[in-house]
């Protein structure tokens, strides 16, 4: 199978998959995310307060609202939108719960990160508005990736010069 068809049947099951998948990571993730990720995501995280943090491949947002609660001003991504449906609901409960100040603003953006011209769009919107991201993460997504050209361009453009990403 070619690139392309990759990419629609990894975007497809997302897509189909996006309430179960909310349901499962829930709050808090599962325990590879907490056992595993998060403890290395907080180890790198050094200095987030005030950071500029992107968040590829957001899945419900289990990341971005890490970020947001550690400081950092977030942009969360996914290729697919019912991901970011879900993300959008879990965060807006988030902050009518009380769990994330109404100031930890996250936007939310879809952003196919294998296809070169999304790529563009984004980061010239992004660079509008700053000088570039002090944190870029993607979580449990690059296997569904088969040309990883497109990204590792875009982090390049991306990230600043002291800036750090963990990619999983």
Avoid at 68 to 86: C, F, K, N, W, Y
Avoid at 89 to 111: C, M, P
Avoid at 137 to 163: C, E, G, Q, Y
């Amino acid at each position: 199978m070619d690139s392309v068809g990759l990419k629609s049947q990894a975007l497809a099951a997302w897509e189909a998959h996006a309430e179960s998948w909310d349901g499962l990571m829930g709050d808090s993730g599962n325990k590879y995310f907490s056992v595993l990720e998060l403890p290395i995501l907080d180890r790198m995280a050094l200095g987030r307060n005030g950071a500029y943090a992107l968040d590829l491949a957001t899945g419900n947002g289990l990341v971005a609202r890490w970020l947001a609660q550690e400081g950092a001003s977030v942009i969360a991504t996914d290729g697919s939108r019912p991901m970011l449906e879900q993300a959008k609901a879990r965060t807006e409960s988030w902050y009518q719960q009380g769990k994330l100040n109404h100031d930890r603003k996250i936007s939310f953006e879809v952003l196919d990160v294998m296809d070169p011209q999304c790529w563009d769009a984004f980061i010239s919107r992004s660079l509008e508005t700053c000088d570039g991201f002090d944190i870029i993460t993607m979580n449990m997504a690059l296997m569904d990736i088969p040309d990883l050209k497109p990204l590792a361009i875009a982090l390049k453009r991306l990230l600043k010069p002291s800036a750090w990403s963990v990619l999983s």
